[in-house]
C-alpha cells in the first residue's frame, strides 16, 4: 500500500469554491446540478426572472434588475440584462468574495444571460476567483439572432474567463429523439452539462494521489472559438475499468471517441475507492491511447475516495477548436476500435525479471504554443487488422504515459515499492488474445455445448425454407454428459426430428418434473418461428465458446424427461375416473383412450 500524505493545502475548502446559476437556462442547470447532488461548493442562483429564481433549489439567489425590469425577464435582449446586472453589480461582487473558483453557469442566446455573464466574470475574476464558464449555445431552430447574441456573448466571455467550456444545445438534443418535447430536449442537455460541472469540479477539488490542477484545466480547455470535449463514466464490478473508459468514450460529446484524435491536450482523471489498483490505471490509460493522438498532451490526474466504494470513474475533458471540430465531424468517421489487448502481464517466474518502473525527476511542463492547424480533409483512421497470436508474455510495467504522469508528480521513486505493488496482482497473459477482446477479461466458462448445422440440411418444412441458414443448438453440457443416463425417454409424436426445421433450441439444464416442456427459442403456437439475421448476432456472441470436442447434439424438440429410473407410468388396466365402466372407444382396434405414444409403442 503507497501511503500518501494528505497535505491541507491540497484540500480546497467547499466555501471556496461557488457555483453560480445565471438566468433561465443557467438556474436550471444549477438545479439540476443540486438535485444530482454536490458537495464541496456553494450555489448561487441569479436571474431578472422572479418567479424562475423564486422556485430554484439554491440556498442563495440575488434577483437583478430589480428597478428595471421589476421582477420580469429581459425578453432576450442583452443590454438590458447588462443594465439589470449593473444594478446588482456590489451584491454580486460581496457573494463572491474571497472565492478560489467560480464556476458559472448560463444560457447564452437571451438576455439575462448574455448580457450579464461578462460582467459576474469580470466581477468574479476582479476578487481573484479562477472562473470557469459553462455556456449552452441556442439551437438552431432558435434562430439567427439569438445564435448571434450568443456568439458576441462568447467572444467576451473567451477573453474574460480563464477557461470556456461550451455546449451546443442542438447538439445535446440529439440526446432526445425527435419526436420527444423541447422539455426533455433540455432536460437531457441539463443533466449531460450537470455531469460535465461535477466531473470538473471534483476533479479540481478532490485532493488527488496525483493531483489535477487549475492549470491543466485551463491547458486542457486553452483554445479560443472550441468546444469542450468532455466524457465522463463510471462502472463497477468486473473489468470497471474497461467498463468506465467505454462509458466515458460513449459520451454523445466526444462522438465515441472520434474527436479526441485531433485534441491536442487531454485531461484525463481517475477516481476510484480503496481497491483502486495501479494495474487498472495502466491499461485504463493503454486503452486511452488508442483514442488520442502520440503527440497529444496527455494530463493526467488519480484520486482515491474511500466514498467511491467498488466504483471507479474516469473523467475526460478536452477542447477542439471549431474548424476542426466541423472538419472532424464532415470526415467519415470508423467507429474506434475499444477495448483492446496491449500488454501481457508475467505469470510465469521464470519469464525476464521485471524492471523497476523508471522514475524521472518531475520536468516542468513544456510550455506550447497552440498551433492552429489550416482546416484539412482526414482520412478516416482504420485500425490495422492484426493476425491473432498468441500475446507475448511482457514484463510488468506501466506504459509510458503512466509512467510519465507517475514521474511528473514525482510522486514515487525508485526505491519505493511501486514495482512491487505494480506487481502485487500480475494477470495471467492469455493464450490468444483477438483484437476486439477485453484485455483482462477472463474468458467466460462455456455452460453449454454448441452445434451448428447448414439449415437445409435438416429443414424439409417449406415454411422455413430460405428464412434461416443456420441451425444451433445449445446444451447444457452436463446434460450431455448426463444424456445417456435416461434410457428410457418416451419421444413425442408429433414432431420428428426430421421434421424440426431450422430452429434454435435452448435446453432447460433441469426442467420441472411433469411438466409439458418447450421451446425457450421463439415459437408461433407450436411451430418453431425463425428469427432472421439472429444467427448471425449469435455468431459473434458465441464465437470462442464452441468446444469441437464436444460430443455432436442432434437437432431435436425438447424432450421431456424423468428422473433416473422413473417407472413408466402405465394407463392400461388403470381406473378410468368418471368413464369408468363406460365402454372404450375403439377404432380400427385401437383403444383411442390410451395415450397416442402408448399405443405407437405397441
Ligand atoms: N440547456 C438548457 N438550455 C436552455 C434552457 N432554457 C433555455 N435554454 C437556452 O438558453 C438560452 C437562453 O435562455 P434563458 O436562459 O431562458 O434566457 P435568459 O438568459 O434568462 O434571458 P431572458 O429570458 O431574456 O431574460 C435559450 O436560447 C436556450 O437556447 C434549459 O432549461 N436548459
Known sequence: MIEFPRDAQNTIPSSSVKIVGLGGAGTNMLDRVVLDGMDGAEMLAVNTDIRTLSGSVARERIQLGRNLTKGLGCGGDPELGQQAILEAESEIRAA????KIVFLCVGLGGGTGSGAAPIICRVA????????VFATMPFSFEGRRRREQADTSLNELAVLSNALV?????RMGDLVLAKQGIHEAFAAADRMISESIKAVIRLVIRPGLINVGLDD???????TRSRCLFGSGI????????????????SP???QGALLRDAESVLVHLCGGQDLTLYEIELLMQSLSKHVPDKAHVLFGAAVDPSMGESLSITMVSSLPEDRLHATRTAPMERPALLEPTVGFADNEEEEEEEPVAVAPPQPAPQREVVREPVREREPVREPVREVEPAPVKKAQPPASVAKAIAAASLFDETKPVVAEFNSKPKPAPAAVEEEEMPFAEPEQSAFTIDRK??????????????AEEIVTLKPVTEVEAEDEFPEMPELDDAPEEESPAFFTIEDEEPAPEEEPEPVAATKGDKPVVLPGVFDELDDVFAGMEDPAAPETPVVPVKARGGKGQAELSFEGGPRGKFEGGSPSLFEGEDLDVPAFLRKKR
Open 217 to 223: 484545466l485551463m491547458t486542457a480547455l486553452r483554445t
Open 166 to 170: 461550451t455546449f451546443d444545445n442542438t
Open 454 to 467: 447448414p439449415a437445409q440440411a435438416v429443414a424439409s418444412n417449406d415454411d422455413f425454407a430460405g428464412k
Open 96 to 99: 463572491l468574495k474571497g472565492r
Open 235 to 250: 462502472a463497477s464490478g468486473k473489468d470497471r475499468a474497461q467498463k468506465a473508459l467505454r462509458n466515458a468514450l460513449n
Open 253 to 255: 460529446l466526444l462522438d
Open 125 to 132: 475574476r476582479e476578487e481573484g476567483a479562477f472562473v470557469v
